[in-house]
Structure formats: structure tokens, C-alpha cells
């Protein structure tokens, strides 16, 4: 799959977890990959990451139309937060890919026939289209499993290191 001929929205944990893996720059640097203003706006902080590179994410703003449906799901959705219902409105109204690290955003936008791109599918497709090496892919997986933040189970960082360098010894 090409990683970028549909555009990615991305939220704050799949940003913390490239920062954090070292790959965050190649991330935003991806043509397709945008951040809402709104969560840029009211998220983005030095615990997320680097906010100078952060502030290099390409912009998607929310219409007024998305916001008043993302307040009203906020009723009826109490286990999602505004921020999470607001990156779904906008890949849903866009035809996006939503990157997201949050089980129940994932779980709720792929029910609802969002296509959902977690951290380890990102990186995995970074190298695919050759936006970054192998080397640096096992250098970021490394990074994470060191990372006390992530979500990510660190058995899943081991099955792409292992994937990767048995795709890599057969070529």
C-alpha cells in the first residue's frame, strides 16, 4: 500500500510515539498527513513531542457543522473524547485514513467504515515506500520498546523487527 496517496489525520499519540521512535519529521514531511487545527491548537505541548516540528504539520480545520456533530456524538459517545470524535468527523467527512494509537477511536471509526492506520502500519509503510531504512525502522522500533509512554505491547515491536529483517534477508 501507498502511504501517500490518501490523506492521513492524525492524532496526538501516533505523534508522540513517531517523536518518540525518532521519526516524527519523516512523518510530517509525508505530503498527506494533517493535523486538525483544532487538536493542534488545544493538544499540542512539549509532552507531545517537539513542538517546533509539530508545528510543521499541514493544517485541516473543522467547519462549524463538524464541531456542532462532534458535540452532539459527545452524548451519546462518553467513552470518546471530543478530540478523538473530531479527528473521526474529519476522516469521515474527508474520505481519510485516521492514524490513531486510542483503542476505542480505532475500534468506533473502523466500525463505522473509517480505515484506521496505527503506529507500527505507519512505520511498517514509511519503509515500504521508502521514506525511511530499514535501519532506522529497527533503530525506532528499539526507541519504543524502550519508551515507558507507548501502548504499543512490545511483542508487536518484536513481530515487525522480525517481519522486516526476514523481508530484508531475502532480497
Same mark, same amino acid.
Given at each position: ?13 501516533? =505523534? ?44 485541516? @480545520?473543522?467547519?462549524?457543522?463538524? $464541531?456542532?456533530?462532534? @458535540? ?12 478523538? $470524535? ?18 476505542? $477511536? ?15 502500519? =505507519? ?9 525511511? @531504512? ?22 508487536? =515491536? ?5 517481519? $522486516? ?7
Amino acid at each position: 500500500m501507498n502511504i501517500t496517496t490518501k490523506i492521513i489525520i492524525t492524532d496526538t499519540n501516533i =505523534i508522540t510515539d513517531l517523536n518518540n521512535a525518532n521519526i516524527l519529521e519523516e512523518f510530517i514531511n509525508i505530503d498527506n498527513v494533517y493535523i486538525s487545527d483544532v487538536i493542534k491548537n488545544d493538544e499540542i505541548n512539549s509532552k507531545t513531542g517537539n513542538v517546533k516540528l509539530i508545528n510543521k504539520f499541514k493544517v485541516i @480545520s473543522a467547519t462549524a457543522a463538524q $464541531l456542532t456533530e462532534v @458535540s452532539n456524538l459527545s452524548i451519546a459517545e462518553k467513552k470518546l473524547s471530543t478530540y478523538d $470524535l473530531l479527528n473521526y468527523v474529519i476522516a469521515r467527512d474527508h474520505n481519510c485514513i485516521l492514524a490513531t494509537g486510542d483503542n476505542r $477511536l480505532k475500534n468506533y471509526a473502523e466500525n463505522n467504515g473509517i480505515e484506521v492506520f496505527r503506529t507500527l502500519k =505507519i512505520i511498517k509503510l514509511m519503509k515500504e515506500n521508502n521514506i525511511i @531504512s530499514i535501519r532506522k525502522v529497527i533503530k525506532a522500533c528499539n526507541l519504543l520498546k524502550q519508551d515507558p509512554t507507548t501502548r504499543i505491547p512490545e511483542i508487536h =515491536i518484536n513481530n515487525l523487527i522480525d517481519e $522486516l529483517e526476514k523481508d530484508s534477508a531475502t532480497i
